[in-house]
């Protein structure tokens, strides 16, 4: 070790995750997670050093079960001496496709991801957003049972994402499951069933968006019509901000009756009262700090 | 041939045939076959033996380099640029992606043999007028090239597997080089004694013999090759080359793609 191979890295501890079939699954992470070996583990590019996963019911290293499976990498780079036609024919042909269905198929897919006039332009032509548009191509050609993408909207114009997006929710609606890595964490919020929390290689949370995110903070946010916020409200502690004609105010939960007291009393137009929901971001960002705060402890 | 094979090798012949450093090597060999009318004209009496030895060893020579700078990017090259996650993320197995590269690598260097050969024939043509019987040995000494160039193929492929393109083209250059003199190194370890003797030895049997392979000088004199001969180098380059191909498979198989 060190001098003639390099110095092994624990890149992913034990993770045990199972992801329901149709379901959008969300694997979150800040950068350098895990994310990209997990994926990487699950495609057969990287061997375990322990552990098994299952896909479809099949072991990943039985090579009928890629036939099933869609693969985006991060950042994905194909032959740029290619046409994208070309390209997407040569990945059909890999994947069984062959024969009168391939031709038909690649216009589809070129279709499908907003490409259908640069078919026979080179690679090396298009930009990276494009590139990654080919790369979603390329991973649904075959209509695969599943599809991973890593980090799908990167490189993408807000409309690019979108897009995405949608073509997301499409095959989830055509009974696919779609596993995909973020940290855009308004993508996970926006899209999936149910997100993994990884950090420093850990699974640190799993569960449906919903649930992660239905804490209340134990604070509400009031809105009123008025231009100014009166004393006894700012006696609460409540955090304001006035942006025109309306005043947003945050405050404890059990401050809620008082300062409604004191709305009646001013005669200030009440426009909405909402507990304070967790974020998914907040979450995150809440999850990331303990889990540091963990590993802090332990060294 | 498996379809996948199939698909992975055409591909590779594609990219070659789309390389600009591939048509540059061509036209330099194209204007060494060239030459050697130019100089077979100014070599009186000699004319053949000069165009058919300049000739053959352009196509030789021009091949290994290409079968080595091509040869030596095939797998490197895939992992650097990470186009190989999504090809072995289908059911595509890893042997079967090497084989498919070495088949679309050897494809492209027996057609650009093809095409080099067609350029000696017109040259010997030019200085001769007319063929003769012995030219035929010619195209022997044009498929033990094309031999030479499946060990090559398939060395570039095994240093390709597990090193970086510089190291690759070193080793399978030094490899050239050394097995262009095996026979020498044969004839020295019949001559050593004690340890040097079993090294020697060793290393003779170890590295290709790509002088067995090289009969340009005895057929650019009209000497005939035994059928014997064709039948050994045959057998020693497929040989030799699936050795090889076994070996990057292996280091492959292993390999982690980061």
Redesign the interface.
Known sequence: MGFWRKRPKCALRPLHLNVEEGEIFGFLGPNGAGKTTTL?ML?????PTGGSARILGMDIND??V??Q?G?L?E?????D??TAR?LLE??G????V?GKDLSPRVEKVLGRVGLPDVGGVQLRKFSKGMLQRV?IA??ILHEPKVV?FDEPMSGLDPMGRREVRDLMEQLKAEGKTVFFSTHILSDAEALCDRVAVIHLGELRAVGAVADLTSGVQGKVEIIWEGTSVPASIKALGAECHITGDTVRAVLAEESQDLALDVLRRERLRLVSLVPVRTTLEQYFVEKLKRSEKTAGSLV | MNSRIATIASNTFREAVRDRVLYNLIGFAVLLSGAAILVGQISIDIEKLVVINLGLTAVSLFGVVIAIFVGIGLVSKEIEKRTLYTVLSRPVRRWEFIVGKFFGLAGTLVVNAFFMAIGVFAALLYVAHKFQKPDGWVLVALYFIILQFLIICSLALLFSSFSSPLLSAVFAFSLFVIGTFSEDLRNFAGMATGLTKWLATAVAYLIPNFSALNVISSVAHGQPVSGQLIVYNTLYALLYAIMALCGAILIFQRRNLK
């Open positions: 990487k495609m057969g590019l990287v061997f090579s009928t890629k036939a499976i693969f990498p950042q994905p780079y194909f032959y001496y290619l070309e040569y990945y042909r890999l994947s069984g062959v790369g390329q991973a991973f």
